[in-house]
């Protein structure tokens, strides 16, 4: 399990390809392939998400890299 911080928000990833963000502000971009959530970037293929409450969402999918960006 992988867990990162910035600030409020927490984004940790399981073993199971499963992302889970919380406390997070914009949810900015979502396509297949990327999902832009904050300065977070997941890359990855076949990416589903759930919106669990305004500020809790998972991602599922074939998650091949999670980038900061500005």
Same mark, same amino acid.
């Given at each position: 399990? #992988?867990? +990162?911080? !910035?600030?409020?928000?927490?984004?940790? +990833?399981? =073993?199971?390809?499963?992302? &889970?963000?919380?406390?997070?502000?914009e949810?900015k =971009?979502? !396509?297949d392939?990327?999902?832009?959530?904050? !300065?977070?970037?997941?890359?990855? =293929?076949? +990416?589903?998400? &759930?919106? +669990?409450?305004? =500020?809790?969402?998972?991602?599922?999918?074939?998650? &091949?890299? #999670?980038?900061?960006?500005?």
């Amino acid at each position: 399990m #992988i867990i +990162l911080f !910035n600030e409020e928000v927490k984004v940790i +990833l399981d =073993s199971n390809k499963h992302v &889970t963000i919380k406390n997070f502000k914009e949810l900015k =971009s979502i !396509n297949d392939d990327y999902i832009l959530v904050d !300065n977070y970037l997941l890359i990855g =293929s076949l +990416l589903k998400i &759930t919106i +669990l409450d305004e =500020s809790y969402i998972e991602v599922y999918g074939k998650i &091949t890299e #999670i980038k900061i960006v500005d």
